[in-house]
């Protein structure tokens, strides 16, 4: 039943026309994913020193460049919401400018307007979403590689939705998300909906099924954001030399057939560590998208 649904929802969204597609610049991948924090000592131990990303305070913020062009930022302040502590995730575009009017003239509410490379709009439910000019964070274009980083890539975002039709008519409609891969903790249920970006590998995960009241645990876990690596073992050698408490060598194969790894920051938000490519044959749909890799033009 949900299946159909999916299908259904996915049918109705509007097709992308040659011309809106010639009009909307390049959305090319994950730029950021924000979080609040209500122990920074215990975050900046968990980004830093577990994750091995050097991190620097920029206007209030924590930022921690995974690499030129993609970061983690913790913010240290009490939380809007007692059981949520995402606050934003960003995409990359090769023009900021050009991709803010595009959306002003589909409707869409500028939240933010563009300033230092980037501007932010709320989707259809509320999620603060950002549009980053490529290169123009200096802190991340200018860092260098962390010798301890576990991972030097950003593969995808994931946060809780409600109406899947509202959403699909805003980041496939409108801004030319395609889907990727959908599946469940079973097979005729989908707990999770990928839809790609429209210019790169990366994307944006929806999660369904949380409830309206999740606990902080369980909103910690779909509002996740995840890094790729080559091979799950080196991820692991990498977390022991970096003293990783807790659950550091526990891996799995995912429903979609990559072989992971999830920890968790002192707000219980998920970091999930994944390998960019299946090892086995995904269940409950195949994938409709090319699998992101180490390096990727921007």
Known sequence: MKQALL???????????????????AITGVAFARFYTTDLP??????????????RESDGKWVYPVNRSQWLEIVPATPPHANLRMAAVGFTTRDASALQKYLSEKGVTIEQPLKDGEFAVRDPEG????????????????????????????????FMIQ??????????GILGFHPYWHGGHVDDVVDWYMVQVPDGSDWLEYMFNAGPSPTLQKAGGDDHFSLGVDHISDLVAALARNHCEGNCTRTVTGRDGKTQLG???????RAEIMEFTPVREPCCSPFTGRQPTDEEDR
Do not use: M
């Open 163 to 172: 109406d899947q039709a509202k959403e699909g008519a805003f980041w496939q």
């Open 42 to 55: 215990a975050a900046q131990h968990f980004y830093g020193s577990t994750l091995g990303f050097d991190g």
């Open 263 to 269: 920890l968790f920051d002192p707000d219980h938000t």
């Open 127 to 158: 999620n603060l979403i950002f549009f980053v000019q490529s290169d123009s964070n200096p802190i991340v274009a200018h860092s260098n590689p962390s010798p301890n980083a576990v991972s030097r890539r950003i593969i995808h975002v994931g």
């Open 7 to 25: 299908l259904a929802c996915a049918l109705a969204i509007p097709a992308v026309s040659l011309s809106q597609q010639a009009s909307r610049p």
